[in-house]
């Protein structure tokens, strides 16, 4: 079946740098990735759409410039938390459609992340 | 009209048990309609889903019964045991590219 490959599984870093969270397709294309974040104890909560190519489309309340995503090529998208604070450390989970005209999506594993 | 309204928020089941878990939803253009399965620290794993074309799935230990009509769907988890202790959570889309609604989770736990 279609695999999300996501790393890191955990991550910490020191408040004010950067990380980078990628997802890989491994046996599909992904035309389209989305980007969750998950709180202890809550729901998926949607952050962006990517697409291969193209400029990430954002929910509102996500800001743009703090969570760069870029989809450059159809196997991989990449996540890169800027500037990172205590309050970004959280559960970061990919999904993409498996495509074909079918329903179904496939998740990664999720990053933990935590800014100390 | 995004929502999808999942309840119970947490369920205690004990082992042999039926768990039952309810979602409904208002937007009429949603078209398929998963339930995941949650680990803690993993991502969601696809457990069974359907389409509104049929009232009801059933894989296993797993029966989806949808209701069209009131806009409801319903997980089932027959014989309920201490491995499927986990959080469930429903969600749906309209188009096999779409984003996912998803609801607000169930926190399962399968007693001895």
């Known amino acids: 079946g279609a695999v999300v490959s996501q790393h890191p599984s955990r991550v910490i870093c020191k408040s004010g740098t950067s990380v980078k969270i990628e997802c890989r397709s491994l046996?599909?294309?992904?035309?389209?990735m989305f980007w969750y974040r998950q709180f202890p104890k809550k729901s998926l909560m949607l952050m962006a759409t990517?697409?291969?190519?193209?400029?990430?489309?954002?929910e509102q309340g996500v800001e743009k410039d703090k969570f760069l995503i870029n989809h450059a090529s159809l196997t991989l998208s990449t996540l890169t938390v800027t500037s990172a604070h205590p309050e970004d450390s959280s559960f970061y989970i990919c999904?993409?459609?498996?495509?074909?005209?079918?329903?179904?999506?496939?998740f990664g594993s999720g990053t933990r992340l935590t800014v100390v | 009209q995004q929502q999808v309204k999942q309840s119970p928020q947490s369920l205690i089941v004990q082992k042999g048990g039926i768990s039952i878990i309810n979602c409904a939803y208002e937007?009429?253009?949603?078209?398929?309609f998963p339930w995941y399965q949650q680990f803690p620290g993993k991502g969601p794993a696809l457990l069974i889903a359907?389409?509104?074309?049929?009232s009801e799935k059933k894989e296993g230990r797993f029966t989806i019964s949808f209701n069209k009509s009131a806009k409801q769907f319903s997980l089932h988890i027959m014989d309920s045991q201490p491995g499927d202790s986990a959080t469930y959570f429903c969600?749906?889309?309209?188009?096999?590219?779409?984003?996912?609604?998803f609801g607000t989770g169930t926190r399962l736990q399968v007693t001895l």
């Open positions: 999904s993409a459609p498996t495509g074909g005209g079918v329903y179904g999506y496939t």
């Open positions: 046996d599909f294309q992904a035309t389209t």
């Open positions: 990517s697409n291969e190519g193209s400029k990430a489309t954002y």
């Open positions: 937007n009429t253009a949603f078209d398929y």
């Open positions: 359907i389409r509104p074309d049929v």
């Open positions: 969600a749906a889309t309209a188009g096999t590219a779409s984003k996912l609604t």
